[in-house]
């Protein structure tokens, strides 16, 4: 008995050497986590077109003598570190892709990068914080590939192109990356991923067990009418009346059938496309919108009542109606188990008091293909300076504290250290 105490004191000794050397690692990494991100920033691509964010990042890896794939899922890479210790396998996962958005920004590094998208010219911005993580994750990597005599398995780096959506007719994302095995050859065994939050302070983790995010579905719907003269409405069917019935019906699915008691969800119209001058009543119109879902029978009875729901109220104005409803994608999901096991680990890195269980949220992440596959923990990291107004994701004013990233470092080490010599 004296012996195994004394081995488990002088494991316990080792260990805490070891995260003494970590902190110093995190310390001394943070101006380049900021050369890094502001770098990224001024230079953003949009979803699958990530050509040099990912030559950048393949080329850092590779200097750390770390296995790199690229081309994964069109503009991913992959970076493997294998630990001197037999060991589990984990991954840890950022997104790499920017937005279709005009930086407002009144920054030095700020984006002037333009572009067409859907056939509307637009700026191009990282106003969700991917280049955050970027940024943390290459962190990651240096600090580890400098302790790889302290690693107990190997650590999969993936950098992921596409998080907010493939364009129109391809493929891409966490969905594609899964399909081309990135969580295969080795395979992991759990997976760890975190989002930067401007509307939540710095030096902060907020993380939830079970759904964290919600499901998400495209949908568009069709109304044909028959055009005529505007002074001339009894001659018309008129596919904008229609429409508007339409967007009120689907919203009493929401208000009038579902559950809400049970989890939240949304319907919402974004765009509403009909018509070329005022005094013409057109022949079609078209809407495009979302659905949230934190829970899959809501999903479903949501699904069948848009389905029944708009053909119905078309004809009730004698238009036609369709609706395509997308697959999406599915509820970001924390493993329970693995939650339980790791909070241990995000209250080490943040402190007790700076780690919170949050409720559900409707926004989307596309890490839960990943999560599907096997267990994973999704978290939010503070990116809003303390004390000043947050604001919003996907718009020019984006803005992000930049100390908050090296959190980001010290909670994917200390995740990473955890697991593997649990």
């Not at 095995?181 to 983790?205: E, M, R």
């Not at 919600?214 to 109304?223: H, L, R, Y």
Request: hydrophobic content about 40%; aromatic content about 8%.
């Amino acid at each position: 008995m004296k012996k195994l105490l004394l081995v488990i004191f002088l494991l316990s000794f080792c260990f805490a050497n070891a995260q003494e050397g970590f902190e110093k690692d995190i310390d001394a990494i943070e101006a380049k986590l900021i050369e890094w991100r502001r770098d990224f920033h001024e230079n953003p691509e949009l979803s699958n077109r990530e050509f040099k964010t990912a030559e950048k990042i393949a080329k850092h890896l590779k200097s750390l003598g770390l296995e790199v794939q690229t081309g994964v899922a069109h503009t991913g890479v992959v970076g493997i570190l294998k630990g001197d210790l037999p060991g589990k396998v984990i991954a840890l996962r950022a997104d790499i892709d920017a937005l279709p958005v005009t930086e407002r920004t009144d920054i030095p590094f700020k984006s002037k990068v333009r572009t067409t998208f859907n056939d509307v010219e637009t700026g191009v911005m990282h106003a969700c914080g991917h280049d955050t993580h970027i940024s943390i994750l290459l962190g990651v990597a240096t600090i580890f590939s400098k302790h790889k005599d302290k690693i107990r398995g190997t650590i999969k780096f993936i950098f992921q192109p596409a998080e907010e959506g493939a364009p129109k007719g391809e493929e891409g994302g966490a969905e594609m990356m899964v399909k081309e095995g990135v969580l295969k050859n080795p395979d992991v065994d759990a997976i760890f991923g975190l989002h930067i939050s401007a509307g939540q302070d710095v030096g902060t983790i907020n993380y939830k067990p079970g759904g964290i995010m919600a499901a998400s579905q495209s949908f568009e719907i069709t109304v044909n009418g028959k055009q005529s003269h505007g002074s001339r409405p009894w001659t018309s069917i008129d596919p904008i009346m229609a429409s508007v019935k339409i967007i009120d019906g689907l919203q009493t699915i929401i208000s009038r059938e579902s559950e809400l008691t049970k989890e939240g969800a949304v319907i919402t119209i974004g765009k509403f496309t009909s018509g070329v001058r005022s005094n013409i009543i057109p022949e079609k119109a078209t809407l495009v919108g979302t659905i949230r879902t934190l829970d899959y029978d809501m999903q479903a009875f949501i699904n069948k009542r848009m389905k029944e729901m708009v053909p119905a109220i078309a004809k009730a104005y004698r238009a036609e109606a369709t609706i395509k409803i997308e697959k999406g994608y599915p509820i970001t999901y924390n493993d329970p188990t693995l939650t339980a096991q790791m909070l241990p680990s995000l209250q080490k890195a943040a402190g007790n008091s700076n780690v919170n269980e949050i409720r559900a949220i409707t926004g989307a992440e596309d890490f839960s293909f990943f999560q599907k596959e096997i267990p994973g923990l999704y978290f939010f990291l503070g990116g809003k300076p303390v004390g000043k107004e947050a604001t919003s994701h996907h718009t020019p004013d984006f803005y992000i504290d930049e100390s908050g990233m090296k959190l980001g470092v010290k909670a994917f080490i200390q995740l990473s250290l955890d697991y593997l010599n649990n």
